[in-house]
């Protein structure tokens, strides 16, 4: 099947620094993703959908000035995590559609990246 | 919207079967996934139904009922590795088929 990445799988780093985070899709092109957040013991929430060659539609209530989404390519999406602060500790993961478009798309998930604001 | 429901904790004996239930309430309904998530990884793909019935695929069913917003993925012949979160999703045509999950479902296989 369909596989994605990300790196890093984890990252620690103190507050007020930026946190970059990849997504690729490894064996297929991706036009779009998604990057969804996860508190422990809590569902996936999705921030944003990453568009290829234009801009990130974000979720009611993500500030997109904060988490910065750039898909620079078919099969590469980033987030930016800046002026990290202990709030935003979480567990991000991205996905993507393993088909380009149509009504029976599966959502293939990057195996995350915990990342851990001091 | 959607509103996706599903029992927060199941318990059950290795060998043995689970049903876990999820209700949901859309307009424009576009199917229905169900992801396994075992603790600090990523959800993996089981299932996807968008017609009314029965999707068997090995030790692992899962039924949707589109009237009655409704579907259960049934999980036979646990086994502790079976030990997981399991979130039901459903993508919403108005949604631009984005989904949306469930707080998901911990089911933990006892010996």
């Known amino acids: 099947g369909a596989v994605v990445s990300q790196h890093p799988s984890w990252v620690i780093c103190k507050s007020g620094t930026s946190v970059k985070i990849e997504c690729r899709s490894l064996?297929?092109?991706?036009?779009?993703m998604f990057w969804y957040r996860q508190f422990p013991k809590q569902s996936l929430m999705l921030m944003a959908t990453?568009?290829?060659?234009?801009?990130?539609?974000?979720e009611q209530g993500v500030e997109k000035d904060k988490f910065l989404i750039n898909h620079a390519s078919l099969t590469l999406s980033t987030l930016t995590v800046t002026s990290a602060h202990p709030e935003d500790s979480s567990f991000y993961i991205c996905?993507?559609?393993?088909?380009?478009?149509?009504?029976?798309?599966?959502?293939?998930f990057g195996p995350g990246t915990r990342l851990t604001v001091l | 919207g959607q509103n996706i429901d599903q029992p927060t904790e199941m318990t059950a004996t290795e060998g043995a079967i689970v049903q876990i239930n999820c209700t949901y309430q859309?307009?424009?309904?576009?199917?229905l996934f169900w992801y396994q998530q075992h603790a600090g990884e990523a959800p993996t793909f089981l299932s996807y139904?968008?017609?009314?019935g029965l999707e068997e695929k090995g030790r692992f069913s899962s039924f949707l009922s589109r009237s009655k917003g409704y579907s259960y993925l049934l999980l036979k012949e646990l086994q502790m590795k079976d030990s997981a979160s399991y979130l039901c999703?459903?993508?919403?045509?108005?949604?631009?088929?984005?989904?949306?999950f469930g707080a998901g479902t911990t089911v933990t296989v006892r010996a």
């Open positions: 999703a459903v993508s919403e045509i108005a949604n631009d088929y984005k989904l949306s």
């Open positions: 139904n968008v017609l009314d």
């Open positions: 996905s993507a559609p393993g088909q380009a478009g149509g009504s029976t798309d599966t959502q293939y």
């Open positions: 064996d297929f092109q991706a036009t779009t």
């Open positions: 990453s568009n290829e060659g234009s801009k990130a539609t974000y």
């Open positions: 859309t307009s424009g309904f576009n199917g």
